[in-house]
């Protein structure tokens, strides 16, 4: 199938959509679920029967990830009342397109629990949407503020 654009112009588009990506992006960390490390599986009781767990057998790794994202906020900011008061809360909808590296660590690697951007909280409220531009591809989700 014939293309409008030549291969000239597609390099061009590219390098200025890399360019603007690279110009606005936002360090950002995306935090998994932590991995469960058991130090010594032969235990000579049975936990759960009037045993006391040994907490230090096992061990919880973090699984962070730090990445490049385009952050934008959304058009569309909503606001929740608090129960018992009248002060009035904005949810703090944001944007992120991000690349395929940081698209894997979200999609892989157990459960991604929330995203920190400006040392604010994160929590997705969408699925990957890939955006694909010419040659190269982007993953958008939509996140709103934890409370």
Known sequence: ???LLSATQKASFEKGMTNL???????IVIYKEAEI???DINQ???FGY???????????????????ALV??????????????????????????VKSDANNFINNNGKTLF??????TYKFVSSQSPRPYITSEYFTYYLERER
């Open 50 to 68: 009037n045993e006391r767990s040994d907490i230090q057998n096992i061990n919880y790794i973090p699984v962070t990830g730090v990445f490049q």
């Open 37 to 39: 490390q058991i130090i």
């Open 21 to 27: 990506f690279d110009t606005f992006k936002q360090e």
């Open 1 to 3: 199938m014939a293309s």
């Open 72 to 97: 934008t906020s959304s058009r569309k900011q909503s606001q929740s009342r608090l129960d018992l008061s009248e002060n009035i809360i904005d949810n703090g909808e944001l944007e992120i397109k």
């Open 44 to 46: 000579p009781r049975m």
């Open 115 to 120: 995203v920190s951007i400006d040392d604010l």
